[in-house]
């Protein structure tokens, strides 16, 4: 193990040339989404309830195929670390074939199942007529969008958050053009909608193979060996994306039962959640790429000093996160236009989103360590576990009558589930695997 002489304020330094960029690419990402929901409001009904219901279903598929991004950014790092380039390059171009085949079998398996798929959402009629042709034409940018996931993980691995920030906003001035021609211009509706994303993706796509097989000469042909390797790493991802997933749809089918006004304050408190979600993650991606080189240079030492450093990070944004939510609170119903009977609840639910933003902050970063160290099958069963620890909490809020923030209670069980298992996890010792 070489010696290490990195000082705090240079973790410092590195952590926020990583997580700065990585935060503004992961907040362009929902504007695409959000680009489709303000121009096709002007359309009349259904047809923003139908970009609402496919959009439900893109963004499952999309997230459980997150490890693309994750998974590559912590083999390509490694190999960097290791003064691989070469390899790694190698290990990039597998995660693109990778995502390149993932793609067109979402498509080929999806594609015909639809109107099924849309009918299980629970649209019905001209909602489902145009859910479904939002869908399929939304699934031929799928392999577009996930060369993306894969292409990001490969140039986050390699310490570069900066190109991915500027494609990134770059797609999503190109999508909202479209968008607005497509859809207000030539009057193609719901579909128009579609292929302005489809064809926007494809070229942020396109950019990075460009810079893979271009700039950096990346070889092309594939190594069944490595897809087949970063397929299995990727099986551990979808276990723990999977069980994210479970505890947030349970969590908004409790809400729904709750009535009315308790799922509108909930699916704000989410949205509340998930925008503070990407200043702490952005953390977590650095995570990934400090990790995965500092082992891949064998370098134990400088990863628990990154690490602790990190967690620092994570526990000091929780607690400015929370802060700024405390100060927000009175002002969040009306930025919402939220009438008194969802205030009520609104509110209550904001002083456990902000107490609970430390704790997210040290989860979050400590989640991405372990992902840079490649520890995914740990993450797989810590995953499962903590699933199962919050499952008998949503059942007790159910069968007490438990309103809204016995609901976000368990949530936050789930959440200190997580700090404790990955605690427990980043103290000891297994997960340092140095070298590639």
Not at 85 to 100: H, K, M
Not at 249 to 257: E, G, Y
Not at 304 to 311: F, G, N
Not at 323 to 341: H, I, N, Q, T, Y
């Amino acid at each position: 193990m070489p010696p290490t002489s990195t000082t705090a304020r240079d973790h410092d330094r590195q952590i926020l040339r990583l997580a700065v960029p990585a935060f503004g690419a992961l907040v362009a990402e929902p504007l695409f989404l959000l680009t489709d929901t303000v121009v096709v409001s002007r359309l009349p009904a259904p047809a923003l309830g139908a970009v609402g219901v496919a959009s439900t279903v893109l963004g499952v598929l999309v997230s459980l195929c997150v490890f693309l991004a994750y998974g590559t950014t912590a083999a390509v790092a490694r190999q960097i670390g290791a003064g691989n380039t070469r390899q790694a390059l190698r290990q990039g171009v597998d995660g693109l074939w990778l995502a390149a085949g993932v793609g067109l079998a979402i498509i080929v398996v999806v594609w015909p199942l639809a109107s099924p798929i849309v009918g299980l959402v629970g649209a019905e009629g001209e909602l489902a007529r145009q859910a479904v042709t939002y869908l399929r034409i939304s699934l031929l940018g799928v392999p577009a969008m996930l060369l993306v996931l894969a292409g990001t993980g490969v140039l986050r691995g390699m310490q570069d958050t900066t190109t991915p920030l500027l494609v990134s906003v770059g797609s999503f001035a190109l999508n909202a053009a479209l968008n607005v021609t497509f859809v207000l211009g030539l009057g193609w509706g719901v579909a128009g909608s579609a292929w302005g994303t489809v064809l926007a993706q494809s070229l942020a796509a396109a950019v990075y193979l460009t810079l893979m097989f271009g700039r950096h000469r990346a070889p092309i042909r594939p190594d069944l060996a490595g897809i087949r390797a970063a397929g299995s790493a990727g099986v551990a991802l979808i276990i723990r994306t999977a069980c994210l997933q479970v505890v947030l749809a349970v969590a908004a089918t409790m809400a729904t039962r709750m009535g009315e006004e308790q799922i509108e304050a909930h699916t704000i408190a989410i949205r509340i959640w998930t925008l503070l979600a990407f200043a702490l993650d952005a953390i977590a991606i650095a995570g990934q790429a400090i990790t995965g080189r500092a082992l891949g240079a064998g370098d134990t030492a400088g990863t628990r000093q990154a690490t602790r450093r990190m967690v620092g990070w994570g526990i000091g944004s929780g607690v400015v996160l929370g802060l700024l939510v405390v100060l927000a609170r009175p002002f969040v119903p009306g930025m919402f236009d939220a009438g008194p009977e969802v205030a009520g609840p609104l509110s209550d639910l904001l002083w456990l989103i902000a107490v609970l933003q430390p704790v997210a902050g040290v989860v979050f970063v400590l989640d991405g360590v372990l992902i840079g160290a490649g520890d995914q099958r740990y993450l797989a069963l810590a995953g499962l576990w903590t699933t199962l620890a919050y499952l008998p909490a949503v059942l007790a809020v159910a069968l007490l009558g438990g309103g809204l923030p016995a609901l976000w209670l368990a949530l936050g069980l789930w959440m200190a589930a997580r700090l404790i298992t990955l605690g427990w996890r980043a103290r000891g010792t297994a997960w340092l695997v140095i070298g590639v």
